[in-house]
């Protein structure tokens, strides 16, 4: 599938949202910022964290509860949500085998519409939830995911 992703752009592929050694969007940034420099290992009930140990430049780093670096207020309810996504997504990729090109590329419509375009009405992280649990079971019913 075709899914939204940030690319490092420019002479020193950096992101742009990077001024000064700093992230400029910190309180707001994406997941896969939010996570680094860990990283996740997916296996068949769920997943596990690991430390990217020569990801980040940083010398002389203390330890930090994965909690804390994240900044995830509910981090069950938050690693419930990475999981159910990642199971739609591999569930999209399996359904995609099946499909002609015309039906896949409906498929990669269908949730780039209600996952990437649709805006959340979700002024708070727990409210986000339950949005994200409707859309999710409307796509799976519709699948037969």
């Not at 002389?60 to 207020?73: D, N, P, S, T, Y």
């Not at 999209?92 to 015309?102: A, H, I, P, T, V």
């Not at 649990?133 to 796509?139: F, G, I, N, P, V």
Request: aromatic share 14%.
């Amino acid at each position: 599938m075709v899914l939204p992703n940030l690319k490092m752009a420019g002479e020193e592929e950096a992101c742009l949202f990077l001024k000064g050694g700093r992230c400029s969007i910190h309180g707001y940034r994406p997941g896969i910022c939010r996570l680094f420099p860990l990283g996740r290992i997916y296996e068949e009930n769920g997943f596990k964290y690991f430390i990217q140990v020569h990801e980040c430049k940083k010398q002389e780093r203390g330890k930090v509860k994965i909690k804390k670096w994240l900044g995830i207020a509910d981090q069950k309810r938050y690693e419930d949500f990475v999981w159910r996504w990642h199971t739609f997504l591999k569930n999209c990729e399996e359904g995609m085998k099946e499909l002609d090109e015309q039906n896949a590329k409906v498929l990669t419509v269908v949730v780039l519409r209600n996952f990437y375009q649709m805006p959340y009405q979700a002024e708070e992280e727990a409210q986000f939830y339950p949005e994200f649990e409707e859309r999710l079971e409307r796509l799976n019913a519709m699948f037969g995911f």
